[in-house]
């Protein structure tokens, strides 16, 4: 392996884990805290951070500070580091300034700071991002829009340099000088950024938090999280951080502690326009990077519109809901709603399609009028037709079954229903499954 392809490799794989999350989506940035770019003897003994959840498809981040300096007035550089996008068809920004944060202001001790923009080196240390400040070269380091060089970049948040036949990831940099005075220094800080998406998720807000151990005290001495949203609107956040306390929020009765299959631990709120969901501990030391997302666990998730089985509960009255996750000694499930089906006298039970469980519409998503054969196979007659009526109810079907094709449609399955009063088949891609019918 030559040392072009031996670096290439290296990057690849750092780039591959950090996209993994995000296949077909697009990343725009994620938040930070505020960081020294060396090292101090000044500490964080506060900070509120607050995120509201835009109907803009931004998120706003309003952060109070309060840092301790037990020394002597001194002057610190203090930056803010914010990851490039990717799948986002943004050219790199020569001036150093993020494509996607907007309104970035930063007020210490009632006086607001000028800032400065510059491309820096971003590594990852065991997953954790670790950020080299000295701005690099942009007439050496280039982009995958600025070509000019003989190799393929793995992706936007990537330059290369030619000269030194190398690679690195990159991020953006706000940096500005902080006089720090003895004692309480109170810092204030606010931007906005576009909130990322993917298939999986109709948004997610990543914020990084582990840079706050990069002061003196190593941990923020008295934290407060503040979750707001200015429309109703559910949200995630994995809470293996967030132990130590309970959360408390204005949205009664709308917080909700879930377990899934893989053992992660999230809480799960439903919010109303003003309403907040709050965390607050001290001596918070991060370990992880923190991100606020909105799963898509119903057919808008292109992820479930091949599945053919899915759990469902069944309580002691025999009423069916989809399973998503364990709350307590309760379920959380979906029928047309999220809610909780208690334990005592529920069960879960596995339903497939080539079981003959389930219901079957139309993938209205792809197609608006699909044939029903006689057969497994396109060989076969038509014997009725399903269309879609925009602004009406799909027709249900029962699922009686998902079987293989015949002739030359054996490369595929079909599934089995029955349409005015006859058996019959379509191509299992026309149609989409689901344990339960909730229409």
Not at 36 to 52: A, G, N, R
Not at 171 to 188: D, E
Request: with cysteine.
């Amino acid at each position: 392996m030559t040392k072009r392809q031996f670096l290439f490799a290296c990057v690849l794989m750092v780039w591959s884990l950090l996209t993994a999350s995000a296949n077909d989506g697009v990343y725009f940035t994620s938040g930070n805290f505020l960081v020294p770019t060396q090292e101090t003897d000044i500490s964080v003994s506060k900070e509120i951070l607050t995120i509201t959840i835009g109907k803009d498809n931004y998120a706003r981040v309003d952060v109070y500070y309060e840092f301790t300096n037990s020394g002597a007035p001194k002057t610190v550089t203090m930056a803010f580091e914010a990851d490039a996008p990717y799948n986002s068809g943004e050219q790199l920004d020569l001036n150093g300034a993020h494509p996607f944060i907007h309104d970035f202001t930063v007020n210490m001790n009632g006086n607001t700071l000028r800032y400065d923009n510059a491309i820096v080196a971003l590594f990852y240390n065991e997953g954790k991002p670790d950020v080299d400040f000295t701005p690099l070269d942009l007439t050496q380091w280039k982009g995958e829009r600025e070509g000019g060089y003989d190799v393929e970049l793995p992706g936007e948040n990537i330059l290369y340099n030619a000269r030194l036949d190398s690679m690195v990831n990159f991020a953006y940099a706000y940096y500005f000088k902080a006089k720090f005075l003895s004692g309480r220094n109170i810092v204030r800080h606010s931007y906005r950024y576009c909130m990322n998406y993917n298939v999986g998720e109709r948004f997610s807000i990543p914020y990084w938090l582990t840079p706050a151990t990069r002061w003196a005290n190593r941990q923020i001495d008295d934290f407060t999280l503040n979750i707001t949203t200015d429309e109703q609107t559910e949200f995630c956040l994995p809470n293996s951080m967030f132990r130590a306390e309970p959360f408390k929020s204005t949205c009664d009765g709308t917080l909700f502690q879930l377990t899934t299959d893989y053992g992660e631990d999230m809480l799960f709120a439903i919010a109303a326009p003003g309403d907040t969901v709050s965390w607050h501990a001290r001596n918070f030391r991060p370990t992880a990077e923190m991100c606020i997302a909105a799963p898509i666990w119903d057919r808008q998730n292109v992820m479930y519109r091949c599945q053919t089985e899915a759990k469902v509960v069944i309580d002691s009255e025999g009423r069916e809901s989809r399973y998503i996750a364990d709350c307590g000694d309760s379920y959380f499930v979906d029928v047309q709603a999220y809610g909780l089906v208690k334990k005592k006298g529920s069960r879960v039970v596995e339903y497939s399609a080539e079981k003959g469980q389930g219901c079957l519409v139309l993938n209205s998503y792809e197609y608006q009028c699909v044939n029903v054969r006689q057969r497994p196979t396109s060989e076969s007659p038509v014997i009725g037709q399903i269309s879609d009526r925009p602004g009406e109810m799909p027709d249900v079907f029962p699922c009686l079954g998902l079987v293989n094709g015949e002739g030359k449609s054996r490369d595929w399955q079909w599934f089995k229903l029955k349409i005015d009063g006859k058996i019959g088949y379509v191509k299992q891609g026309l149609m989409l499954w689901d344990a339960i019918d909730s229409y």
